[in-house]
Every structure is written in structure tokens, then in C-alpha cells.
């Protein structure tokens, strides 16, 4: 993911210099300059960077406005202050409104580099665990679905199965598209056809109903969806654990 930055910064002379270091800097792409506050905070929601440099000091709206509106947007830019002033209760004000990471003027420009850097790995950092963790639980939460039903494990249709819930859970809509979509797509991750994918599938589903567990799947989706010997289409089934799994999370 490419590292951005937007700089809101009031001083001229300061601005110029950051905009020049930033635009022949191979590591942070700078994509956008403002020495205003109201139009800053409208140029970082529209653009989105990584990384958004803010003075204090503004003219429009000032710097503690810029982090509220940053917050309040739930704009997925990480907010670090430049400041003239070192105060406590400033510094303490501004990460409190949302700042990352405080930096008194003046300052070595290769030392901010690193500093925003650090910033970026950190946020990564997070978000990739918080995705693993994610996908550990919905892959957890699949299973133990699939196994009360009775689809073991062992038959290539339980991990069809379980692609086509992830993918419908991401993009619900897909479950309209299940036939051009849907099993083609998870023919190709497991490089075989559609038509393998969804028989597969469906024979996966029979096993579950063929085992007798019709009470058991009545539980787990909450309502008496099917009574003796009724089953879902490929389509339903994977609509009916995506919608209880989104439902939880909701």
C-alpha cells in the first residue's frame, strides 16, 4: 500500500519546504498542500491519505477543528500535529481529538520521515491483525455451522461451501449471481470448474440433510426453515449461514 500524505500548514516558508522534501522523497507520496484549515480537512476527506500533517495555527478553522472533523468523518487518515507549542495540556489536547503522534517545531525533516513511518507500520500492523483475527473467527464461526449440520469436513463441498459464505457475508449481493459469479469464482481459487463446484456443493448439502440433523439445523438458524426431508438450493443454504453471520456481527 502506497504511503500519502497532505500537509494543512500555515507557514509559507515551512509549507514550501515540506512540499519540495515530500515530493522527492521514494517513501511518502505527497498528494495534496493547504495552508487553510476548512479547506485542509475538505482536500484530506476527498483524498484520504495515509498521513496528514496539521498545524495548530490555522486560519479558517484551526488544527484541534481539523482532528474533529477527521474523527467525526471517520476519515481513515492518521492525524500527526506539527506545533510550535509544547504544552502539556496542548499536546494532551490534540491526541485526545484524535492525533497519532505530536511533533514540536522546529524539526530534522528526515527525522519526521521516520517518525510518520513508524506511524504507518503501527497502523498496519493493526489492521492486519485485526484482520487475521477476523477471518480466524468467521472461519471458526463457519465451521462450527458446517460440523452441527453435519457436513464433515473431509468432502471438497465443506470447502466450497465455506468460499461461497465469505464471499456472500463480503458482497451480499452476490448470492444473485451464484451461477456467473459465484461458483466460477471459487473454481478458480481452487482451479477447477463451476460445474465441479457446484455439485460438489449440493451433494455437501445432501450429506447434511441425508444425516437426519434437520432439528439441529432448524437450531442453528434460529426458526423451523425445513421440516423431513426439504432441502435448501445451493443458493439458500449459503444465503441462510451469511445472513446468521452477518446478523451476529451486526
Same mark, same amino acid.
Given at each position: 500500500m502506497e504511503n500519502t500524505v497532505v500537509i494543512v500548514e500555515e507557514n509559507k516558508s515551512l509549507r514550501e519546504k515540506l512540499e519540495e522534501y515530500f515530493i522527492n522523497n521514494n517513501q511518502i507520496k505527497?498528494?495534496?498542500s493547504s495552508d487553510n484549515g476548512l479547506?485542509?480537512?475538505?482536500?484530506?476527506?476527498?483524498?484520504?491519505?495515509?498521513?496528514a500533517l496539521i498545524d495548530l495555527i490555522l486560519p479558517g478553522i484551526d488544527g484541534y477543528e481539523v482532528l474533529e472533523g477527521i474523527k467525526s468523518d471517520k476519515t481513515?487518515?492518521?492525524?500527526?500535529?506539527?506545533?510550535?507549542?509544547?504544552?502539556?495540556?496542548?499536546?494532551?489536547?490534540?491526541?485526545e481529538k484524535?492525533?497519532?503522534?505530536?511533533?514540536v517545531k522546529p524539526f530534522n525533516f528526515d527525522t519526521l520521515t521516520q517518525?510518520?513511518?513508524?506511524?504507518?507500520?503501527?497502523?498496519?500492523?493493526?489492521a492486519l491483525l485485526l484482520e487475521r483475527k477476523k477471518n480466524n473467527s468467521l472461519e471458526e464461526k463457519i465451521s462450527?455451522?458446517?460440523?452441527?449440520?453435519?457436513?464433515p469436513p473431509h468432502i471438497k463441498g465443506y470447502s466450497y461451501l465455506r468460499e461461497g459464505v465469505k464471499m456472500a457475508i463480503k458482497s451480499p449481493a452476490i448470492i444473485n449471481n451464484i451461477t456467473k459469479q459465484l461458483?466460477?469464482?471459487?473454481?478458480?481459487?481452487?482451479?477447477t470448474s463451476a460445474s465441479k463446484v457446484e455439485r460438489a456443493i449440493r451433494h455437501a448439502i445432501e450429506v447434511a440433510w441425508n444425516r437426519g440433523r434437520i432439528e439441529s439445523i432448524n437450531t442453528i438458524? &434460529?426458526?423451523?426453515?425445513?421440516?423431513?426431508? +426439504? #432441502?435448501?438450493?445451493? &443458493?439458500?443454504?449459503?444465503?441462510?449461514?451469511? +445472513? #446468521?453471520?452477518?446478523?451476529?456481527?451486526?
Open positions: 505527497l498528494i495534496g479547506a485542509g480537512l475538505e482536500m484530506i476527506k476527498q483524498k484520504k491519505p495515509t498521513i481513515p487518515t492518521k492525524a500527526v500535529v506539527l506545533s510550535s507549542f509544547s504544552e502539556e495540556g496542548m499536546v494532551k489536547n490534540a491526541i484524535g492525533a497519532s503522534y505530536y511533533i517518525r510518520l513511518l513508524e506511524v504507518f507500520d503501527i497502523d498496519t500492523e493493526k462450527n455451522i458446517f460440523i452441527t449440520v453435519g457436513i461458483y466460477p469464482m471459487i473454481g478458480e481459487k481452487y482451479d438458524f &434460529g426458526v423451523r426453515a425445513y421440516v423431513g426431508s +426439504d #432441502k435448501p438450493t445451493n &443458493g439458500e443454504f449459503i444465503a441462510l449461514v451469511a +445472513d #446468521k453471520l452477518l446478523l451476529e456481527w451486526a
